[in-house]
């Protein structure tokens, strides 16, 4: 991309990122799209890694996932490789081809199998993939592997992002302490059906891979499963995440062993998916549904998304206006069971409708100062049941127009 | 609302819309949101007029949508009453008082029973209904009913619209001449669910409410519920059929006397459509989007929408950028049967892509012209079986933000 986005103003700064034992990083400018950038990221894992995945349900996903689906119930990992620029998305064979090429060079340079070498790329779709501007530069990237590349990591994986994404916790398995560490990459085709953007996180654990894939799936469900931009599946959707295992815990006896570990990774996730959202394209506001009263958890996730995906509320949330009549509609509309006459809306703490009519004397002001601010707070109730689900978007501003009517160019 | 629109560019001349037997019209500035400009219309029908109706299949729908369900089953109108500027959603026990005062006052106006008043309202949503304002004018517009009010009956219902939208046809029902007029309202708030605005229609001929009921339904299908602005599904949603007899056509024997009739319905379903789809909030560019080789013809329709709702291909028409990674991005996140390396896609007339890659030796110059029309055509085929449909939506722009960004201000 040829011009320079400003950064969100909902940005957060990267946290300090520790030595996570057992990864090391590489980056390089390959020239796939950008220019003055680094734009192809490899990381080495120790022997022994387990890796879990998750993947996008579009229905037409890009070259690397159909590759990282077919090696994933290997359960072990020495490599992976990324780039941006280009999605390599529907490319057909020569996608494939591309793709072998990739990993094959990088397990070259690595000294493992190519089934080793997990792989994601990010960007244009349905232009034919340089691999072998990816291939030139993988054997200098080994050469340059260091524990102490997050921060360059997080980095060589955006493309229309603003600011890198990183996040860690440190916890206990046992009696020893491991750390986890993710970075993120995303910013608009946002919407939960998975991934929903790339995400690579890395522990020193030790946890056998199908441990690993049953925590991944759960954490991922409130994390990243309850955010959206634009409502937009991507075809690359992607999270990886390896278990090095140098931290030396014992075997995991019991899996109330990993409580603990399990709140940090969801800890984690939860970073990186607020990250994303937070440099939703265009956003200048980040908004948090919560709802309540639902039928069921995935009834309320599901009203929740009508909500956050609703173009009218998007853009008053953007003018600054606490339109509930548009929240009302958006309920409605999300096909979920849901009563007119038991409907409760809030903005900002506020409660202004409740039972099917604005609250009686409901005063705007306080809501009015809410809408001012960069984290706008709407709750409904629907009065129907127990289910609860919290969700993430954003605002639709003039700049989402502007990046994505001009994406190519 | 404060500020005055600019007429959409993709905005189609009213037709001539001829007298049609058994149904007379009137309008008023009755000042409930608008000042200087009608926005309270009253229709009168001759006695013995059927009806039939749909309605959106939002859960919180208006106080008018409950009004008119339950009035429907009796299969008769004698009045029709509409207002703009205020939709009478979410407005409780007091909303209901509205509508009920509101029809009582119509029909003691027209010397007709209450229960055979059928009312709609559009505007904003959550703020009381001054009855009163409406209440206080229905024996003025009552006195002053024409036949030729159809062009100020297009009118004094707009809300956002910048065009009023009418469509007329003549056919004949055995050796009879009959006439179908009708008009509509609409350009947010816009998604296939039902009616997706409002819309009235009015035919001389003489039909049996189940009959008409029938026709209407079969004729939504492939226009009102294959358009979509913003994919936001209104709470006030309705489309209204009524049929004055007038014309004296005999009784309908077989429903194979209605074909004639019902292509002439089609097409006058069809033409508001197409015109509520040129006044979408903001569009500039109108998209016809072309599903072919679905499963089925609602699979196709399915497909269809998410690519006539994915905020990143509508943004990119907006940009007049031939991102047909974003419409394979569309199709694969629509839930339905679709398999990548069978999956074509053609802008313009000019097929792109074919079995999962670009098509060799494709050249971008004829598309890149035909994205700087005003109607941008979009061709899918899906390979899978022989469902096919039209969609048609338009594109996302600034002005759309402008629009719904400040809509109460």
Redesign the interface.
Known sequence: MSKTLAVSPLALPLPELPVVGGVRFATAEAGIRYRGRTDVLLADFAPGTTVAGVFT?????GAPITWCRDILPRGSARGLLVNAGN?N???????AAAVRASAVAAARALTCTAEEIFLASTG?????MPAEKITSVTDGLAARLSPDGWRAAASAIMTTDTFPKAATRTTMIGSTSVRISGIAKGS??I?P?MATMLAFVVTDAAIPAPMLQTMLVQAIEPTFNCITV??????SDTVLLFATGSAGNAPIAHTKDLKAFRLALLGVLHDLAQMVIRDGEGARKLIEITVTGAVSRRSARRVGLAIA????VK??V??E?A????I?????????P????R?AVAVGGVWM?R????VDGYQEAPVVTHMRGSEIKIAVDLGMGRGSAVVWGCD???G??DI??????
Chains 1, 2 share one sequence.
Request: glycine fraction near 14%; include cysteine.
């Open positions: 349900r579009n229905k037409c996903p999605a998305v529907f490319n057909g064979a020569s996608g244009v779709i349905g232009e034919p608009g085709m919407a059906d634009d409502s937009d599946t991507s075809t995906n609703s173009p009218l853009t008053a953007a003018g206006d339109n509930w009549g548009r009302v509609m958006a309920v409605g509309k999300a096909g979920e849901a009563e007119r006459d409907l409708a039972e099917g009519r604005v639709l501003t003039h989402y127009i994505n009517g001009s994406y190519r160019s």
